[in-house]
Antibody
Framework: EVQLLESGGVLLQPGGSLRLSCAASGFIFSNYAMSWVRQAPGKGLEWVSAISGSGAATYYADSVKGRFTISRDNSKNTLYLQMNILRAEDTAVYYC???????????WGQGTLVTVSS | EIVMTQSPATLSVSPGERATLSCRASPSVSSNLAWYQQKPGQAPRLLIYDASTRATGIPARFSGSGSGTEFTLTISSLQSEDFAVYYCQQYNNWPPLTFGGGTKVEIK
């Protein structure tokens, strides 16, 4: 059974930094692209970033480009999202999902809440 | 960027009735479109992919149709567990991957 488990969400001030993690199990992690998708409170879904199975290719939404970095450790079956220079508008539940690389998102984690507020 | 527009924003339907949800893409996304269901406090769940293929375990009352720029999700006979928010998403041309704004299906 595929499982994705996000962690790392907290309350922090604007301008701060945070790293989210997504632990994957139940599939060959290195074979699949991964994405982060976020959802602001009461709002719709917004794709944030994607990474290829090898980690060689990465893509970002314009809203986070230059501030967020996606990465993965295939030896640990873990996906990361390094978030810097956080803004109030980054407040959201962050989901990891797979595959999303010219394919739909078959599997989603349960999400982790990031709140940016002074 | 491909823009996905869903209508209506809210759909009021009685249990047992048919629900028809629309999604428009601009420009065309061929058949590279998915539908997701999301209930409060839960992650989205894939219902339909490639515009018309049901995902594993999805009941037959859910069906998808369309191609190019116009797509439809039909729920043939609404059950109590179907009241939720539904999103369409294109994966034809990216980045960015884009979602529609959602349609909330509520009890009439």
């Amino acid at each position: 059974e595929v499982q994705l488990l996000e962690s790392g969400g907290v309350l922090l001030q604007p301008g701060g930094s945070l790293r989210l993690s997504c632990a994957a199990s139940g599939f060959i992690f290195s074979n699949y692209a991964m994405s982060w998708v976020r959802q602001a409170p009461g709002k719709g879904l917004e794709w944030v970033s994607a990474i290829s199975g090898s980690g060689a290719a990465t893509y970002y939404a314009d809203s986070v480009k230059g501030r967020f970095t996606i990465s993965r450790d295939n030896s640990k079956n873990t996906l990361y999202l390094q978030m810097n220079i956080l803004r109030a508008e980054d407040t959201a539940v962050y989901y990891c999902a797979t595959p999303g690389w010219y394919r739909p998102f078959d599997h989603w984690g349960q999400g982790t809440l990031v709140t940016v507020s002074s | 960027e491909i823009v996905m527009t869903q209508s209506p924003a809210t759909l009021s339907v009685s249990p047992g009735e048919r629900a028809t949800l629309s999604c428009r893409a601009s420009p065309s996304v061929s058949s590279n479109l998915a539908w997701y269901q999301q209930k409060p406090g839960q992650a989205p769940r894939l219902l339909i992919y490639d515009a018309s293929t049901r995902a594993t375990g999805i009941p037959a009352r859910f069906s998808g149709s369309g191609s190019g720029t116009e797509f439809t999700l039909t729920i043939s006979s609404l059950q109590s567990e179907d009241f939720a928010v539904y999103y369409c998403q294109q994966y034809n041309n990216w980045p960015p991957l884009t979602f529609g704004g959602g349609t909330k299906v509520e009890i009439k």
